[in-house]
């Protein structure tokens, strides 16, 4: 079956450095990738998404390129804040609605 | 648009109660699921709606738990009896279409607590 593989955490960094949260994943036919994320006390939200091989996602500054030929969709961003401080799902959804995440990696930023 | 209504926001209640939580999709969207959220096992897809129809419920743990849909606006989650064990975030999110495409809209969850 489909899964999602992505880097546990926690990831600490402080303000401004540069983040990579990887994720792979295996899926027969052409998902689509998501990332969301979750910030203390809320639910979950989209963050960015591709739906097809070399699609770019990107908002607030952070980005993921779908990348068929190593099934990733590594999440990035150049200049972390405090404010980015959260948990951080790799999810893919596949011939339908439902979707497979990853366990999750919570990213902590320092001043 | 108000977004995802659960309710209650927290939950407490002895082991051996009933309990039931509450959802309200966005309206107009024909999908509807229910997730649970522990540290120890992630988070977890319960059951899933597509018009108001039970799709997967592949996730629901056992017998205790139960879900409905009357209708396009309303799902509830039934816990009975509760255990400790339960105790978990529980989410509901909706969306539109049903293509793969397509984002989920999540609610702030109800934190579920069973002593």
């Known amino acids: 079956g489909d899964s999602v593989t992505q880097m546990e955490g926690p990831v600490t960094l402080s303000e401004e450095a540069c983040l990579t949260i990887?994720?792979?994943?295996?899926?027969?036919?052409?998902?689509?990738l998501f990332w969301y994320v979750q910030y203390p006390g809320e639910g979950l939200q989209l963050l960015l998404k591709?739906?097809?091989?070399?699609d770019k996602g990107s908002n607030k500054g952070f980005e993921a390129t779908y990348r068929k030929e190593t099934t990733s969709f590594h999440l990035e961003k150049g200049s972390v804040q405090v404010s980015d401080s959260a948990v951080y799902f790799c999810a893919l959804s596949n011939a339908g609605n439902m979707l497979t995440f990853g366990g999750g990696t919570r990213l902590m930023v320092k001043p | 648009d108000a977004g995802v209504i659960q309710s209650p926001r927290h939950e407490v209640t002895e082991m051996g109660q009933e309990v039931t939580l509450r959802c309200k999709p966005i309206s107009g969207h024909n999908s509807l699921f229910w997730y649970r959220q522990t540290m120890m096992r992630g988070l977890e897809l319960l059951i899933y709606f597509n018009n108001n129809v039970p799709i997967d419920d592949s996730g629901m743990p056992e017998d205790r738990f139960s879900a409905k849909m009357p209708n396009a606006s309303f799902s509830t989650l039934k816990i009975q009896p509760s255990e400790p064990r339960d105790s978990a975030v529980y989410f509901c999110a909706s969306t539109s279409q049903g293509g793969s495409t397509d984002t989920q809209y999540f609610g702030p969850g109800t934190r579920l607590t069973v002593l």
């Open positions: 990887n994720c792979t994943y295996t899926a027969t036919g052409y998902p689509s």
């Open positions: 591709a739906t097809k091989a070399d």
